[in-house]
């Protein structure tokens, strides 16, 4: 009915996991592309608190916000993607963008 301490002994994966730096979530937004752009397009976006110079990721459009949500920063690009999963590094976080097969359900 006592409860006792535990051993202090825990997984080697988990001993690794937590020796690596913590990476800060990045606020990702993924929309279809629509129309004219074709099956294949999607817009990936972030949203951060200051304009980010990224080496591992190529965001043809970074602005401040003018209206709402003035303190932060809009970064976008319109990708190609092919059906089945597509991987993207952003800002050294790893990305997967599942795209369904044309015509398909999901």
Known sequence: SGVTAGTGVF?????ELW?????????LR??????????GKVRI?????QLMELSDFNFTYKQQFRYRW??????????DVKPGKNTFTIAGQSVQVDLPAENQGI
């Open 19 to 27: 020796k690596q730096p913590t990476a800060q979530a990045l606020d």
């Open 70 to 79: 003035t303190q932060n920063f809009l970064h976008s690009a319109l990708v």
């Open 11 to 15: 997984e080697p994966w988990l001993q």
């Open 45 to 49: 976006s972030v949203v951060a608190p």
């Open 30 to 39: 993924v929309a279809k592309g629509l129309g004219a752009k074709g099956y």
